[in-house]
């Protein structure tokens, strides 16, 4: 199972890439998937909470865990192509010491 949850955190990146370039631009995109990913930390900690306080039994334990693991791959893969070019393009081009420091970015 973690092997399939790691794949799918390197397949939604493409998800990410075609919404940032077709649909929103990647600020928007950036703030849209970083909202998914903290839900998805959200219902993993409840799932945790669930787990200690309630008496559910383990088949709907696992299955909200899964459901947060994979609402934090949707999430990774709308914030793993963007942010790198976001953060390159805050650099001036026309500027010789940002052009330097974007080099090393």
Not at 51 to 72: K, P
Not at 83 to 89: L, N
């Amino acid at each position: 199972q973690v092997n399939i949850w790691m794949g799918t955190c390197y397949v939604t990146p493409v998800i990410g890439a075609v919404v940032a370039d077709s649909y929103l631009g990647r600020y928007k995109t950036i703030m849209l998937f970083s909202t998914v990913y903290l839900v998805g930390l959200l219902l993993l900690v409840a799932s945790n909470v669930v787990c200690d306080q309630t008496s559910l039994d383990w088949g709907h334990l696992t299955s909200m865990l899964f459901v947060a693991l994979y609402t934090i791959a949707l999430g990774t893969g709308g914030i793993k192509p963007n942010v790198s070019s976001f953060g390159a393009d805050q650099f001036d081009e026309s500027d010789p010491d940002d052009r330097r420091d974007k080099e090393s970015f």
